[in-house]
């Protein structure tokens, strides 16, 4: 059902250490999936995207995982630093006109010196 | 760096104001949206158009009305403001579907 009010989840972890945040999303038919990262007082911001005919994807210490068996997405962030400290959202998309994208409800990352 | 603006940044205003938060995309987006989102909450999709004349209601409920005369341009107006109003509106734009959604800045709204 729909999580009107739910405050995020957060996630804490030590700088320099590796993340890893997760989403799980909710359309068997969704065919791409974008994560963003948003900085307080800030919109969101793209970080990196998958299509559904791949199952990892690599940028720059950042990978996206995809496992479309269990509709689950993930972020990994290596190397853990100050800047990473956002808020950070996953987003499902069908490749179609009429399909507006689903955000999930986002996961506060905290990195601890 | 995304070409979608949002003006104003921050605004506060009395109740019973008429307020227009603008949002004006030079990308050539056919579809736009607006979300509204309670610091530390989730995007709640409140508009969205699939271009000029189309405007459509998202999935949480707003007293808001928005406008696609534009392609560029998708303003949300809030004919009378109340305290429940106060939020951080986003607005977003993309290409279609299989393209990534550009974000602007955001407008915090207070009403007093």
């Known amino acids: 059902g729909e999580s009107v009010g739910l405050h995020l989840p957060t996630l804490s972890v030590q700088e320099g250490d590796n993340s890893m945040i997760n989403c799980a999303y909710s359309?068997?038919?969704?065919?791409?999936f974008i994560w963003y990262k948003q900085e307080s007082g800030k919109g969101p911001q793209f970080i990196i995207d998958?299509?559904?005919?791949?199952d990892k994807r690599q940028g720059q210490r950042v990978t996206v995982l995809l496992n479309k068996t269990v509709k689950h997405l993930s972020l990994q962030i290596a190397a853990t630093q100050p800047g990473d400290s956002a808020v950070y959202f996953c987003?499902?998309?069908?490749?179609?006109?009429?399909?507006?994208?689903?955000f999930g409800p986002g996961t506060r990352l905290s990195v601890l010196p | 760096e995304a070409d979608i603006y949002q003006t104003p940044r921050y605004l506060v205003i009395g109740t019973g104001k008429k307020i227009t938060l603008e949002c004006s995309q030079t990308?050539?987006?056919?579809?736009m949206y607006w979300y509204q989102q309670d610091p530390g909450m989730e995007l709640h999709l409140i508009h969205y158009?699939?271009?000029?004349?189309?405007?459509e209601k998202g999935d949480l409920s707003s007293e808001s009305t928005v406008s696609r005369i534009r392609t560029e341009h998708f303003p949300l107006t809030l004919e009378s403001a109340r305290p429940s109003h106060t939020s951080q509106y986003l607005c977003?734009?993309?290409?279609?579907?299989?393209?990534?959604?550009?974000f602007g800045q955001g407008t915090r709204l207070t009403v007093v």
């Open positions: 977003a734009s993309t290409a279609g579907g299989g393209a990534e959604a550009f």
């Open positions: 359309n068997s038919a969704s065919d791409y």
């Open positions: 990308m050539g987006h056919d579809k």
């Open positions: 158009s699939y271009g000029v004349n189309s405007t």
């Open positions: 987003a499902e998309n069908l490749n179609n006109y009429g399909q507006n994208f689903v």
């Open positions: 998958i299509r559904s005919n791949m």
